[in-house]
Nanobody, 120 residues
Framework: QLQLVESGGGLVQGGGSLRLSCAASRRIDTINFMGWHRQAPGKQREFVAAISSSGATNVADSVKGRFTISKDDAKNTVYLQMDSLKPEDTAIYYC??????????????WGQGTQVTVSS
């Protein structure tokens, strides 16, 4: 069973930065896709960004140019660097993993989430 643990959330002023981390319970270099999603109050969960086992990335248009996804296979950790944060980025951010198969947007394992709050 793959476990994912997010960290790095918190309260930040608009225009600020945060870096989220997602630590996996096993090696991630063989996991096909790892991604970040978010869910704001009263809204559906939405895709934010993902990275493939080869390092290819896919970033949602709403955060493109502000958010960067990366990974460190040696540490079994995926990161989400969030810059130029806006109040509308406020949400619970979830890490997810898809060990097998192909696809950016469907995932089999999820973390518990970490709260990000951006003040205006």
């Amino acid at each position: 069973q793959l476990q994912l643990v997010e960290s790095g959330g918190g309260l930040v002023q608009g225009g600020g930065s945060l870096r989220l981390s997602c630590a996996a319970s096993r090696r991630i270099d063989t996991i096909n896709f790892m991604g970040w999603h978010r869910q704001a109050p009263g809204k559906q969960r939405e895709f934010v960004a993902a990275i493939s086992s080869s390092g290819a990335t896919n970033v949602a248009d709403s955060v493109k140019g502000r958010f960067t996804i990366s990974k460190d296979d040696a540490k079994n950790t995926v990161y989400l660097q969030m810059d130029s944060l806006k109040p509308e980025d406020t949400a619970i951010y979830y890490c997810a993993a898809r060990p097998e198969g192909w696809g950016w947007y469907e995932y089999d394992y999820w973390g518990q989430g970490t709260q990000v709050t951006v003040s205006s």
